[in-house]
Nanobody, 124 residues
Framework: QVQLVESGGGLVQPGGSLRLSCAAS????????IGWFRQAPGKVREGVSC????????YYTVSVKGRFTISRDNAKNTVYLQMNSLKPEDTATYYC?????????????????WGQGTQVTVSS
């Protein structure tokens, strides 16, 4: 069955870095786009980034552009989110999800499968 499993979250100080991984199984990753979302307590789920399947084009929400980098390794069935210069406002549970493309990447309903999430806490 289709599964997405996030890992790599944790506690980090402001200005620090983390790399999240999204391990895919049960489908051929290279045919799908993968998006990253985050959700803080009491807030709506926010689309953070997306990487397309066909040309590897990447998309970022304004608040993370220049700090986060999404990448994919189809041979390892894994998508990564490198997060640098982390801020307290980046604190959230981060989720990866599957879509056919990134055209509506900020909309959660565009995605058909989701991981269980990994917690990122940025605090001194």
């Amino acid at each position: 069955q289709v599964q997405l499993v996030e890992s790599g979250g944790g506690l980090v100080q402001p200005g620090g870095s983390l790399r999240l991984s999204c391990a895919a199984s049960g489908f051929t990753l290279e045919y799908y786009a993968i998006g990253w979302f985050r959700q803080a307590p009491g807030k709506v789920r926010e689309g953070v980034s997306c990487i397309s399947s066909s040309d590897g084009r990447t998309y970022y929400t304004v608040s993370v552009k220049g700090r986060f980098t999404i990448s994919r390794d189809n041979a390892k069935n894994t998508v990564y989110l490198q997060m640098n210069s982390l801020k307290p406002e980046d604190t959230a549970t981060y989720y990866c999800a599957r879509d056919f493309d990134c055209s509506g990447y900020v909309w959660p309903l565009e995605y058909d499968y989701w991981g269980q999430g990994t917690q990122v806490t940025v605090s001194s």
